[in-house]
Nanobody
Framework: VQLVESGGNVVQPGGSLRLSCAAS????????MSWVRQAPGKGPEWVSA????????YYANSVKGRFTISRDNAQNTLYLQMNSLKPEDTALYYC???????WGQGTQVTVSS
């Protein structure tokens, strides 16, 4: 199993970013997928999840209405569109498979003016 996140950057409050997660080594289209983040000095926080077919999604209250999870099963790629970013969204963002049994190395998102 390999999960490789990308797309993290430094962005001003109110800005947007799109994270990607390239998956390999397993049948991507068979698994729920999630995004999890960890802010400095804090524990991991589940952010969002999507079912294998992509037709049902779930969000933490802290990001609902601002973030959108999606997937492209043909490209084995998971996405997280993040809009209206806030300083409290600053964290290392990980994609994770299924019941969070495999994680990528993470991509850093910093929201700062």
């Amino acid at each position: 199993v390999q999960l490789v996140e990308s797309g993290g950057n430094v962005v001003q409050p109110g800005g947007s970013l799109r994270l990607s997660c390239a998956a390999s080594g397993f049948t991507f289209s068979n698994y729920d997928m999630s995004w999890v983040r960890q802010a400095p000095g804090k524990g991991p926080e589940w952010v969002s999840a999507i079912v294998p077919g992509g037709d049902t999604t779930y969000y933490a209250n802290s990001v609902k209405g601002r973030f959108t999870i999606s997937r492209d099963n043909a490209q084995n790629t998971l996405y997280l569109q993040m809009n209206s970013l806030k300083p409290e969204d600053t964290a290392l963002y990980y994609c994770a498979r299924g019941r969070l049994d495999s994680w990528g190395q993470g991509t850093q998102v910093t929201v700062s003016s």
